[in-house]
């Protein structure tokens, strides 16, 4: 395999016949690129041909499972990656269209150990991407990427004989199956489900419905083009529209996806956005209580009501706070025999006996719904209510280029760091440590907390910030966080602030 080029123009020969991959587009856990900018189908080739010689590399069954998402250019790339997974040598198991968490589904399914899911998930029309992996329930993290990078990028592909295709039939029927098993509601339930035409909306209306929940729809038609909003559940503009909807048909709850189904966002019956990490909580409680002195993992971006909820203390919970980002996530709920694990984006990480250890929304969904079943005098706002009151902005999201976002984020951790060894206050209170497992999360005295670190995906910084006091504690830490987050000329405009 001849190296692939960082670059080459579209509507020319070479580009049809060359390989052209964007080096930037291998992240910390998946991969990412603008499509056809960064990465052309050949490229897309030489990607598959560089997994497959790594599975082989690796000493692992050449078997893996491939599915994609609803958008109209998937297929093609879809078929692009498996022309060079087949020309390493491996068995393709072609799903066909699906959510992320049903090709991790089909790795089980189909007795397989690897899988790639072609899907730019909730990145807007013009990216694609590959989530994949080959430990299940575990995907790409770091030293994976880095090593798959060095095989693509370097022309270390290795053709082998043993290729081969087949499309199966039926994954998508036992993975609802899977999901939903015999379980039906004992009380009435009315729920928004809201997919953002996304790839979810093939299954989450089917999976409420199977359970007996009565389903309010909320652009649940199949759209590519996406229609109304671009699918996330973390992105107010989502919320929002949820929110609407809840007060409109006056549903106990809704549900909402993000574009290839591995994340669940809440609002609830008073059409309160409730932020994924204090779902978490509320999931949490529900159940240490089942399942008493559980560990649950939460990231670094989640609310500081993991290690501090009383009730959670009670039921004898052990809180650990991890990197995020999916990958290293679902290596961390599975080395340390977590119950489940919570990630502020609305990645969700339900393990035995729960679920299967990967991040899926719709895992998710049957389990808050199971969760209102125990608890039939409760409304969603009444378990958020039932939480300690806490003050957390949005994920907030400054430009900062792929090029130069890590070593920005280096020189603010440092800047952060001197704060703390100099004995400076933020937001006028002491700071009592600062915490650099991923970026900086700068504690305060009173467990309020501001945090800054690189985005994996997307060519951002990532801003959270919760105060346990006040709302105007919460403004004050993020307008010092952004005080000195504004001394990087590199720092563009954020996508959303409070």
Request: charged residues 25%; proline residues 6%.
């Amino acid at each position: 395999m001849t190296k692939p080029l960082a670059e080459v123009t579209p509507n020319t020969w070479s580009f049809l016949r060359d390989a052209m991959i964007k080096p930037t587009g291998f992240r910390e856990y998946d991969a990412r690129w603008k499509y056809p900018d960064e990465i052309n189908l050949p490229g897309m080739t030489a990607l598959g041909l560089g997994l497959g010689t790594q599975i082989h590399k690796r000493g692992i069954e050449p078997v893996i499972a491939v599915g994609n998402d609803y958008r109209d250019y998937s297929l093609s790339i879809k078929n692009a990656l498996i022309v060079g997974l087949m020309q390493a040598g491996i068995q393709v198991k072609d799903i066909g269209p699906a959510v992320s968490p049903m090709a991790y589904f089909a790795q089980f399914h189909l007795d397989v150990p690897a899988v790639a899911m072609v899907t730019a998930s909730h990145n807007p029309n013009g990216w694609t991407g590959v989530k994949m992996g080959f430990d299940r329930p575990l995907t790409h993290g770091p030293d994976e990427m880095a090593e798959l990078r060095d095989i693509v990028l370097n022309g270390e592909g290795v053709a082998r004989p043993g290729g081969s295709y087949e499309f199966v039939d039926g994954v998508k029927e036992a993975y609802v199956d899977d999901l939903v098993g015999d379980f039906k509601m004992s009380r009435p339930l009315k729920v928004v489900c809201a997919t953002g035409n996304g790839t979810a909306a093939a299954f989450a209306p089917e999976v409420f419905e199977r359970m007996g929940v009565e389903v309010v729809d909320s652009h649940n038609r199949l759209d590519y083009t996406f229609p109304n909003y671009n699918p996330n559940p973390e992105a107010m503009e989502m919320l929002h529209d949820m929110s609407a909807s809840v007060k409109a048909s006056g549903a106990d709850m809704a549900l909402g996806f993000d574009g290839d189904g591995d994340r669940c966002g809440v609002v609830d019956d008073e059409g309160e956005e409730i932020f994924a990490d204090k779902v978490g909580v509320i999931m949490a409680r529900d159940l240490s209580k089942i399942y008493p002195n559980a560990t649950f993992v939460a990231d670094v971006k989640s609310t500081g009501l993991f290690a501090s909820d009383p009730e959670l203390q009670a039921n004898g919970v052990t809180a650990d706070y991890w990197k995020t980002g999916h990958s290293h996530m679902k290596r961390r709920v599975k080395e340390i025999g977590a119950l489940a694990g919570f990630e502020k984006s609305g990645h969700y990480f339900l393990a035995g006996p729960v679920g299967r250890g990967y991040d899926c929304g719709m895992r998710v969904a049957v389990e808050i719904c199971k969760l209102m079943d125990r608890n039939p005098d409760k409304s969603m706002s009444d378990l958020r209510k039932a939480l300690p009151k806490t003050w957390a902005t949005p994920t907030m999201s400054p430009y900062a280029a792929d090029t130069e976002k890590y070593d920005i984020l280096a020189r603010l951790v440092d800047k952060l760091v001197a704060k703390y060894d100099a004995g400076e206050t933020l937001a006028g209170r002491p700071i009592k440590e600062v915490v650099t497992v991923n970026g900086a999360r700068v504690i305060l005295d009173n467990g309020s907390w501001g945090l800054v670190r690189a985005s994996s995906n997307t060519p951002n910084l990532v801003v959270v910030c919760e105060s346990s006091e006040s709302e105007a504690e919460m403004r004050a830490i993020f307008a010092d966080i952004d005080a000195v987050i504004r001394t990087e000329p590199g720092v563009g405009d954020y996508d959303q602030t409070i």
